[in-house]
């Protein structure tokens, strides 16, 4: 398979895979197996807004099913996407990098991993707080349900991440290493979904993204909201502000549930209610806001629009 691909983007996440799968099976299996009386009620286990919390680890065919399918897809688009990145990264990197580290270099590594995760925490951050990106990354937070599944439901536009990578080969980082990199954070972050893991080692948890941490950045409670970007070093929101820890069961999913397992509509209903409020919208900096302000922005003489990451809609 990766014989199809460039030789920079034949990054380690497509080896991945069947890792992934056998994980995931793994875990479905798991929380199948389980006594009725081991798990919580949903009926009797409810969030702020009514709605009922699916069994811990618990697993819903066809919200897994369309997880996985997004993941598939996400195959594809995200080669195409990275074949433009690769364009653009290797002009970089042979016309304007003041110097051109080597790829056989463990330093380069180093550099290049911790400067990919960094660029993650940052590129996590602003699709969380800028509408038009948020539309790209909404349907990854749309499950209702926290396991191995939901690590598989991803984006299928990763033209943000692309743009924000920019600095890496303007330092001389390979286009293949910053792939590769790439490939590794998005590896580390599978395991970090689910519900079978409680609270680790203190060290581990001050330093690195774990299930726990992950757990609240996929709440939609209100304590939980647009917390924990990490990516591998829960140390970038600890020094940006950022941090929340886990003091109870997140809520999981979007403050405005989408309602629908189509795979279509949940990558694309943000970018179609974004268009529909521009359109409606008189002046031109209300058109900017709906668009590039947050999740939820409404003009200060208005109503606010959709919930996006979790900022409630006001009332009538």
């Avoid at 999740?295 to 990451?309: E, L």
Wanted: charged share 20%; glycine share 8%.
């Amino acid at each position: 398979m990766l014989d199809l691909l460039p030789e920079p983007m034949r990054e380690p996440t497509l080896l991945a895979i069947p890792f992934f799968l056998t994980l995931l099976v793994i875990e479905w299996v798991a929380a199948w197996k389980l006594d009725d009386h081991d798990r919580p009620d949903p009926d009797e286990v409810r969030a702020d807004d009514g709605r009922a919390h699916p069994p811990v680890g618990g697993y819903e065919t066809r919200d897994a099913r369309a997880s996985i399918s997004m993941g598939l897809v996400s195959i594809a688009t995200s080669a195409g996407w990275k074949a433009l990145g690769l364009l653009a990264y290797t002009a970089i990197f042979a016309y304007l990098a003041p110097w051109q580290l080597p790829a056989s270099a463990w330093y380069t590594w180093v550099i290049g991993f911790i400067g990919v995760d960094l660029l993650y925490y940052w590129n996590h951050r602003i699709s969380h707080r800028v509408r038009l990106v948020w539309a790209t990354h909404q349907a990854h937070h749309s499950s209702e349900y926290f396991n191995f599944a939901t690590a598989l439901r991803q984006k299928w536009n990763i033209s943000a991440a692309l743009v924000m990578w920019l600095p890496l080969p303007f330092l001389g980082i390979p286009p293949a290493v910053v792939f590769a990199c790439y490939g590794l954070n998005l590896i580390y972050q599978f395991w970090i979904h689910t519900e079978h893991i409680g609270k680790m080692w203190r060290p581990v948890e001050f330093v690195f993204n774990t299930p726990s941490h992950h757990r609240v950045h996929h709440g939609s409670d209100a304590d939980y909201l647009d917390k924990n970007y990490a990516g591998v070093f829960i140390l970038w929101d600890r020094m940006f502000g950022s941090f929340a820890a886990e003091t109870h069961r997140p809520t999981y999913g979007l403050t405005k549930p989408v309602g629908t397992y189509n795979i279509w509509t949940l990558q694309t209903h943000e970018y179609v209610a974004i268009a529909r409020d521009v359109r409606a919208a008189d002046r031109l900096r209300d058109k900017l806001g709906y668009a590039f302000g947050p999740p939820g922005w409404a003009p200060a003489d208005g109503r606010s629009v959709r919930a996006g990451t979790g900022l409630v809609e006001s009332g009538e």
